[in-house]
């Protein structure tokens, strides 16, 4: 999570123009044209340029912000909150390196600049795995602006990443201050795992999909501390997760929240329940399907698999873009590929049966598989997240990049051979091809920021591995079936 310096308040010229305080108030538009103004009339007001560059981050447009920022800098190689807007620009492109360059120089200008020292924090984290270094700028910047929920929350990520959960989750905390005082508005007492006999204790949704059923494993220890439990949840998880937790009685979002006297958000549960990365409750799965509509998966699968018994792999290629939130969409591009990307599995692999899990709008690239690829699309009949557990129940194996799908494949045991991005995800920590969180999950990290083929030439030679242990586990009447 990068931050940039706000507009500089000292340049008196520069303040009394209306666009640093438009910027200030988020009216981007205004802030921009009045920027655009500015710098047509001097091209060379680096200070300008340099939260020009700024708000053009802000908005995801990465390469015209290196643009305007590189101009800065050259202009005025002395302006350090330059160099950290800079640095900002080449992270977000994944330029790690040339980040890290950037944010030593606005340091060297001003050992006092938390931006810098966190954000550089960041791009050690991200691209190094350096941890303990990226810890301390992280700290370093916590003590220069010690309520910036920003420099919080970076630490946070960081120590979570590292696998040092007691402190981390507890930093990471410092995340509701960063757009809301509360807790998606439940202002309530917060639940910190005390006992809560004879009172109701309220769970509700953050995040995606994937966080609410990878972190609804805690259901159950909650459930030993006290009185009623209601979780709150998108519909879509509903039919899978009350099935999955009798603990608890859930509702859905589309309704009022009950009453309730205490109120928890489920990525808050590991800090109230003291969880360590050796605590992790149920990694082997913890979701229980429909049974009869694994039944019925079962029947529709064998008819359009008549010929032997195949291995039948699950794919999921695409996330869900979340657009309304600036970091959640630029790692959706970074989590995301193509169906056609997955062409060499099929290659080394000709013999298995493909299943498309994929949904959303890349869904449609199921229609024109990789040339050799068989890929049998049930995804019409998937109404929720219910349908899919079932589905998945009867395959062998499910390839997904890091998305929701993934989790309910874990979720039910079932392998998981994961594509994760370059930055990856704290939750799968730094330097593991394996998992604390679920036992079935194989991790393929990128070698380089946005390039695919390296994991998926790893998992493509593991698929044919796969296959031949599957062919030769195959008896002749199965074959011959």
């Known amino acids: 999570m990068t931050s940039s310096p706000a507009p500089h308040p000292d340049n008196t010229a520069f303040f009394s123009d209306s666009g640093t305080q438009l910027q200030r108030e988020g009216r981007i538009l205004e802030a921009e044209a009045v920027y655009r103004k500015r ?48 640095g900002n620009a080449l992270q977000s492109l994944q330029r790690y390196d040339e980040a890290i360059a950037a944010y030593t120089k606005c340091l060297n200008l001003n050992l006092q600049h938390p931006l810098a020292a966190t954000n550089l924090g960041v791009a050690l984290d991200s691209h190094r795995g350096q941890h303990e270094m990226a810890q301390k700028f ?13 420099a919080h929350t970076n630490y946070a990520l960081s120590l979570l990443a590292q696998g040092n959960y007691p402190e981390g989750f507890s930093e990471y905390e410092w995340r509701w201050k960063i757009r809301t005082s509360s807790h998606h508005g439940f202002d309530g007492p917060l639940w910190r795992g005390e006992n809560f006999d004879g009172k109701t204790l309220l769970i509700h949704t953050e995040g995606g999909f994937g966080d609410v059923l990878q972190f609804a494993r805690f259901i159950p220890l909650a459930a030993e501390r006290g009185g009623e439990i209601i979780m709150r949840v998108r519909p879509e998880l509903l039919s899978l997760l009350s099935r999955s937790f009798p603990q608890a009685r859930f509702v859905s979002e589309k309704d009022p929240a009950p009453t ?64 309304e939130i600036r970091e959640a969409e630029v790692a959706d591009r970074r989590r995301s590929t193509t169906l056609s990307a997955l062409a ?40 929720d997240f219910d349908d899919t557990a079932a589905l998945i129940s009867n395959l062998d194996l499910v390839i997904a990049v890091d998305t929701s799908t993934a989790h309910v494949a874990a979720g039910l045991g079932k392998p998981v051979w994961l594509l994760s991005r370059y930055d990856q995800c704290w939750r799968w920590l730094s330097h593991r091809t394996d998992s604390p969180w679920y036992t079935s999950v194989r991790l393929y990290q990128q070698d380089r920021p946005l390039d695919w083929s390296s994991p998926v030439a790893r998992i493509a030679e593991d698929l044919k591995t796969l296959e031949r242990q599957h062919l030769s586990e195959r008896t002749p009447e199965t074959i011959d079936a």
Not at 359 to 364: K, R
């Open 260 to 323: 309730h006297d205490l109120q928890c958000p489920v990525l808050s549960l590991p800090l109230a329940l003291g969880m360590t990365l050796d605590t992790l409750p149920s990694p082997k799965g913890f979701l229980k399907p429909d049974m009869e509509k694994v039944r019925n998966w079962a029947q529709l699968i064998q008819k359009d698999t008549s010929t032997g018994r195949p291995l039948k792999v699950g794919l999921v290629w695409a996330g869900a873009p979340h657009s």
């Open 138 to 150: 992280h700290r370093v910047a916590v003590e220069l602006t010690p309520d910036s929920p920003e």
């Open 344 to 383: 060499p599995l099929a290659e080394s692999a000709p013999d298995v049966v493909f299943f498309s899990l994929q949904v959303g709008e890349q869904a449609c690239q199921a229609l024109t598989p990789p040339v050799g690829m068989r890929l049998i699309d049930y995804t019409e009949k998937l109404h």
């Open 39 to 86: 710098i047509g009339e001097e091209p060379r007001d680096a200070l300008t340029l340099s939260n020009y560059g700024g708000l053009l981050i802000g908005i995801c447009r990465f390469e015209p912000a290196l643009e305007v920022l590189s101009r800065a800098v050259a202009l005025a190689p002395q302006l350090a909150d330059a160099w950290c807007n800079l």
